[in-house]
């Protein structure tokens, strides 16, 4: 038959034409999710940048007007917050996930503890930021009333498996040789992970925790409840109501003020920036290390 | 000092180290053990005082104390419909345009781009769905907005899970399928989607577990309706989470254990999600590595 070769030859079938039309469909795709994407990001830059430079540096330094339809600056203290309760919430899980995962990877293995532990952290990963705002009012803030640290807490345990889960990883990556080449020198288990395996996916586990870092200061819900709503500056981690970035976005958010809402998109505009820088970071951290290998 | 004297010490550091190790792991299983407890002790008055209506009642009213979940359930699940709905298709597209379509040069950027989208705050989502989408777009603040704001913030991680998906199918599937003189298009049917179906399937149900849970965009987009089952799209309606941070501020008594019960439901719902979507994700990796 000579027509099978002359087909090899033919135009563009309707086979290639709908590879190409589906070709076409993922790059339309492609837009669908820049369309938004670039759409928040621009309304983020375009009001936030003009609110948050307008008068250098008073909106990142005055204190929140207590009247929300006054116009004028003033993010200080919501900046301050984000700072207490993020960094709060880093010192209690980092050390904490850290110390979790080196018992999965270096002792539990395969044991039930560390098979429970596991399997618990993806459970936790998967719970609701809003319920564990509730959680931690009802376990502290009913107690001890607003603060910062309330907060911190709620952050912590949203942040702990994350960082249990990520260093576990990089812990898995570090070549069991090292390890037995510490052994045969003599050195102790612990002696040998703090010496030697922890330096050795130190880069990845420091590019986990801040990328952790990066989604913790950007949570409202768990804070609702348990940080409060503070106008002036607070800089006690444990006393008093203190307020957030994220906090004041979504009280001004649904303001019918004008000044209100400018605040809130220069409060955005602020959050967005330190979120990529923390991210950038992570980044920068993640490339040095895969160079060094 | 004597060796032995050396020795002996270096082993109570190192049994001190590994207590330390054990007892941090377990915090993950007290504060989980705790959240359960708390939350459904408080969340007790209320079942007991409404029974099975909290689940089926479409009635919510503080003032009267009847408190029917029906219509929040409705609208949580709601919105994550129309969130899937929209981001699936547009996810799989993007990460099959990442792994088989763009040039290596595009590739690095696309994926940097896309987790550095997944950490954009969701307030901020919020904040634009409540002053541009709904005031510019004639949206209005309904379940479709929300649903929309939804799939723009879960469409990053959908996205990422299915690009690793994707990316485990062998080469060899791939140029086996186009020697046989498949095009891109019947390759991608033949090769990579039957291998990566299963972790698809996870990825997809980790971003519905994410758009279950997520409060605050929903919260400010979404209308804030009482008691609304409406299939309409345009429709205010409300979502658990959203009920809850709109209203726990100024709840108490019986209205609280409403809410931490509301809490306590949702929690159980994505629990499950997040399972079973986890479960499939490895069970797929692991066929696919081949062990």
């Keep these: 038959m000579?027509?099978?070769?002359?087909?090899?030859?033919?135009?563009?079938?309707?086979?290639?034409?709908?590879?190409?039309?589906?070709?076409?469909?993922?790059?339309?795709?492609?837009?669908?999710?820049?369309?938004?994407?670039?759409?928040?990001?621009?309304?983020?830059?375009?009001?936030?940048a003009s609110v948050a430079f307008a008068s250098f540096p008073d909106f990142f330094t005055s204190e929140i007007p207590v009247i929300s339809r006054r116009a004028?600056?003033?993010?200080?203290?919501?900046?301050?917050?984000?700072?207490?309760?993020?960094?709060?919430?880093?010192?209690?899980?980092?050390?904490?996930?850290?110390?979790?995962?080196?018992?999965?990877?270096?002792?539990?293995?395969?044991?039930?503890?560390?098979?429970?532990?596991?399997?618990?952290?993806?459970?936790?990963?998967?719970?609701?930021?809003?319920?564990?705002?509730?959680?931690?009012?009802?376990?502290?803030?009913m107690r001890f009333g607003y603060s910062a640290f309330g907060g911190a807490l709620a952050l912590a345990a949203l942040m702990l498996p994350v960082v249990i889960g990520s260093t576990e990883q990089m812990l898995r990556l570090v070549p069991s040789h090292l390890r037995e080449a510490s052994y045969a020198l003599g050195a102790t288990k612990s002696r040998t992970i703090i010496a030697i395996v922890l330096p050795a996916a130190a880069p990845g586990i420091v590019s986990g925790c801040l990328l952790a870092v990066a989604r913790a200061a950007g949570e409202t819900a768990p804070l609702l409840f348990a940080v409060g709503a503070a106008t002036a500056y607070n800089p006690s981690l444990f006393d008093e109501a203190n307020t957030s970035l994220s906090l004041q976005i979504f009280g001004n958010a649904t303001s019918s003020f004008a000044a209100a809402q400018d605040r809130a998109w220069g409060a955005a505009f602020t959050l967005v920036l330190l979120t990529f820088?923390?991210?950038?970071?992570?980044?920068?951290?993640?490339?040095?290390?895969?160079r060094m290998r | 000092m004597q060796l032995s004297e050396l020795h002996a010490r270096s082993q109570h550091a190192d049994r001190a180290f590994r207590v330390l190790a054990v007892v941090a792991a377990t915090t993950v299983l007290v504060v989980l053990?705790?959240?359960?407890?708390?939350?459904?002790?408080?969340?007790?008055?209320?079942?007991?005082?409404?029974?099975?209506?909290?689940?089926?009642?479409?009635?919510?009213?503080?003032?009267?104390?009847?408190?029917?979940?029906?219509?929040?359930?409705?609208?949580?699940?709601?919105?994550?419909?129309?969130?899937?709905?929209?981001?699936?298709?547009?996810?799989?597209?993007?990460?099959?345009?990442?792994?088989?379509?763009?040039?290596?040069?595009?590739?690095?950027p696309m994926v940097y781009l896309l987790d550095l989208l997944a950490v954009v705050p969701s307030v901020v989502f919020g904040l634009w769905g409540v002053l541009v989408l709904s005031q510019h777009f004639?949206?209005?603040?309904?379940?479709?907005?929300?649903?929309?704001?939804?799939?723009?913030?879960?469409?990053?991680?959908?996205?990422?899970?299915?690009?690793?998906?994707?990316?485990?199918?062998?080469?060899?599937?791939?140029?086996?399928?186009?020697?046989?003189?498949?095009?891109?298009?019947?390759?991608?049917?033949?090769?990579?989607?039957?291998?990566?179906?299963?972790?698809?399937?996870?990825?997809?149900?980790?971003?519905?577990?994410?758009?279950?849970?997520?409060?605050?965009?929903?919260?400010?987009?979404?209308?804030?309706?009482?008691?609304?089952?409406?299939?309409?799209?345009?429709?205010?309606g409300n979502s658990m989470p959203a009920v809850i941070a709109n209203e726990f501020g100024e709840s108490d008594g019986m209205h609280k254990s409403a809410l931490i019960a509301l809490a306590v439901t949702l929690f159980v719902i994505t629990i499950i999600v997040n399972l079973v979507a986890t479960a499939i994700v490895q069970r797929s990796m692991r066929r696919s590595r081949g062990t």
Aim: proline content about 5%.
């Design chain 1, 2 to 48: 000579t027509t099978v070769a002359s087909d090899l030859h033919a135009k563009p079938s309707w086979r290639s034409a709908r590879s190409a039309i589906m070709t076409g469909l993922m790059v339309a795709a492609v837009g669908a999710v820049a369309l938004p994407l670039v759409a928040v990001l621009w309304a983020v830059i375009e009001r936030g």
């Design chain 1, 72 to 141: 004028g600056p003033g993010m200080g203290p919501a900046i301050v917050g984000t700072f207490l309760v993020t960094g709060g919430a880093t010192l209690l899980s980092v050390p904490l996930g850290i110390l979790g995962a080196i018992y999965l990877n270096e002792y539990g293995g395969t044991r039930k503890l560390a098979r429970a532990v596991r399997f618990m952290a993806t459970v936790m990963t998967g719970v609701p930021s809003i319920v564990m705002g509730l959680f931690i009012y009802i376990m502290w803030t």
């Design chain 1, 277 to 290: 820088l923390v991210t950038f970071i992570a980044r920068v951290v993640t490339a040095r290390f895969s």
């Design chain 2, 33 to 108: 053990a705790l959240i359960t407890v708390t939350m459904s002790k408080r969340a007790w008055p209320v079942l007991e005082h409404m029974g099975l209506d909290f689940f089926t009642s479409s009635r919510w009213s503080a003032p009267e104390g009847i408190y029917g979940a029906l219509p929040f359930i409705f609208g949580t699940l709601f919105t994550a419909t129309i969130a899937l709905a929209l981001a699936v298709p547009v996810s799989l597209g993007v990460a099959l345009f990442i792994t088989q379509v763009a040039p290596p040069w595009l590739k690095k």
């Design chain 2, 138 to 236: 004639g949206l209005g603040r309904s379940f479709l907005t929300a649903g929309i704001i939804l799939a723009v913030m879960i469409t990053p991680i959908i996205t990422s899970l299915s690009r690793e998906v994707i990316e485990t199918t062998p080469q060899t599937d791939k140029e086996a399928a186009l020697a046989l003189g498949a095009t891109r298009w019947e390759m991608i049917g033949a090769s990579v989607l039957p291998h990566s179906k299963g972790g698809l399937v996870g990825a997809v149900m980790l971003g519905l577990g994410r758009a279950l849970g997520e409060t605050i965009a929903a919260a400010l987009v979404i209308g804030s309706a009482l008691g609304q089952i409406t299939l309409d799209p345009y429709a205010s």
